[in-house]
């Protein structure tokens, strides 16, 4: 299966220390080479860079590794194909434009057999499960609310009752973001840690890269990064439980609910 990594922040920060850990896992240190992609929100606006090449040896992601770019929401992915082609079309994360702003989802899962009738407002390009469910779930949210975007409660709250649905047709971790904040939802296994001060070092599992947080932030920063598997060997990382909603604002958990009946199951 794939692999996610997002990042929330308080203030636009860059994600080249945790997406330099995460790189390698396309290839190298890990099996997820199908491809791979990261957005950045600025502003209005996003940055998407995609690439059906492994992380690990895409000249695309070495650039992103070397390039500083600051961002309040981040949304990478590396892919291990299930479903689809390994092609361009096929490599998360996905892209479209709902109430006049782009809104990103990429997808960890399986869910065999899901074919929901589409309306034509969301149509997917590619072959995959995870973009039906992204174009499955902007469609609904656009008929609950019609032309005018929710409040955060409420937007949340419809996520809550979509992922219901999509939770009990197979596995399915997934990040979306509209820029404003980040919702994550863990089927199987997702982590998350918020940096804040008083900061320290920070060392990545994947590889011998430290960094001094304490050194490139201020005191009132606060990010937070959600990944599949905690990135780094030295800090504690909170487990989401399985079958959990996560709503991420200005760098932290805002918002959390079950989507499953029943008390949570510890990942394995």
């Not at 008083?198 to 304490?214: C, E, G, N, W």
Request: glycine fraction near 8%; hydrophobic fraction near 40%; charged fraction near 15%.
């Amino acid at each position: 299966m794939c692999q996610l990594l997002g990042m929330n922040c308080n203030v636009p920060t860059d994600i080249c220390f945790s997406f330099a850990g995460f790189q390698v896992r396309g290839g190298a240190t890990d099996v997820h080479s199908d491809g791979w992609g990261i957005a950045f929100f600025e502003g209005r606006g996003t940055r998407v860079f995609l690439d059906p090449q492994p992380s690990c040896s895409s000249p695309v992601a070495a650039l992103v590794c070397s390039y500083p770019i600051h961002s309040q929401n981040v949304i990478a992915h590396i892919r291990k194909a299930t479903q689809g082609l390994v092609a361009l079309e096929n490599t998360h994360p996905f892209m479209r434009e709902l109430w006049g702003r782009y809104w990103i989802f990429a997808h960890n899962g399986h869910l065999p057999d899901f074919a929901p009738e589409l309306d034509g407002s969301f149509t997917p390009v590619g072959q995959t499960d995870s973009e039906r469910a992204f174009c499955w779930l902007l469609q609904n949210l656009r008929q609950r609310f019609g032309s005018r975007p929710p409040s955060q409660a409420m937007l949340f709250e419809a996520l809550h009752q979509l992922t219901l649905d999509l939770g009990a047709r197979g596995a399915c971790n997934y990040l979306l973001s509209n820029g404003d904040c980040l919702f994550a939802h863990c089927s199987t296994q997702l982590s998350y840690i918020v940096r804040q001060a008083p900061f320290a070092v920070a060392h990545l599992r994947d590889q011998d890269l430290s960094i001094d947080f304490s050194a490139v932030t201020t005191p009132n920063d606060r990010v937070a990064v959600i990944a599949t598997v905690p990135l780094t060997d030295n800090e504690q990382w909170t487990v989401m439980p399985r079958g959990s909603l996560w709503q991420f604002e200005g760098g932290a958990p805002s918002r959390h609910r079950l989507t499953i009946a029943g008390p949570p199951q510890t990942p394995a």
